[in-house]
């Protein structure tokens, strides 16, 4: 185990939650941050605060709505159909909101600064890459090396881990399994750009948009990887 302390980017959602759990057993000590910005699953930083909760783990939830003000995506409220183009290119997904995770980034990087700390644990992955480019490796490379550049604090310097990088679902629900957080997976988290609540056997959502068709297309995977059916799930 490192002995030092890690700051985890918390979202409420599969990915980031089960990098928390990862970093409880990676790390001496472990605090969250989260973010809200107009997004329509809110509901997830409600999840983010329950779940850190139960770990222990302190939260801060910093608001960064001033984003919807600055540019266009369907995730945020009142903009948009996430099914359709998104509003600044095609070739991108309606969700995708432009600059998003370098903003995050600077702002967990300010906390973990105060807090004395240099690890930042993130949940983002390139092998379920859906057109977002502020997931893949070379971004993640990028802005930790940009963050060094841009202080002179030494003993400081920001180091990104990215353990879900090239998982994919499946290998993300194995891991949950293997940390012991399945369930706190399956009934805890919310990913759905709706943010609905129902349940199902791969988890909370509405099942029909493209975090939850991508969610229940990881479980079924894990299932059959692990040789079993649908009628193993707690649900």
């Not at 998003?100 to 600064?113: D, G, P």
């Not at 990088?165 to 369930?183: D, I, P, R, S, V």
């Not at 068709?213 to 649900?235: H, I, V």
């Amino acid at each position: 185990m490192n002995q030092e302390e890690a700051l985890v980017l918390a979202s409420g959602g599969q990915d980031s939650t089960t990098c928390l759990y990862w970093a409880a057993q990676n790390f001496a000590r472990v605090h969250a941050i989260s973010f809200t910005y107009g997004q329509k699953h809110a509901t997830e930083v409600a999840s983010a605060q329950r779940i850190c909760g139960r770990l222990n783990v302190d939260l801060k939830v910093v608001d960064l709505s001033f984003m919807t003000t600055l540019t266009e995506s369907a995730l945020f409220q009142g903009q948009g159909d996430l099914n359709d183009p998104h509003a600044l290119s095609a070739e991108v997904p309606a969700s995708f909101v432009p600059y998003r995770n370098l903003l995050f980034f600077t702002a967990a990087a300010q906390w973990a600064a105060t807090l004395r700390l240099r690890h930042l644990v993130t949940g983002v992955c390139q092998t379920d890459y859906s057109g977002y480019a502020d997931c893949r490796e070379v971004f993640v490379k990028s802005a930790q090396t940009t963050l060094n550049l841009a202080t002179d604090f030494s003993e400081l310097g920001v180091i990104i881990h990215t353990p879900l990088m090239w998982l994919t679902k499946a290998q993300e629900f194995a891991l949950a399994e293997e940390l012991g957080c399945l369930e706190v997976i399956l009934t805890d988290t919310i990913t759905c750009y709706q943010g609905v609540l129902t349940q199902n056997d791969f988890g909370r959502g509405c099942g029909e948009c493209p975090a939850c068709r991508l969610r229940k297309k990881g479980w079924d995977e894990f299932l059959s990887q692990r040789g079993n059916t649908a009628r193993n799930s707690p649900f």
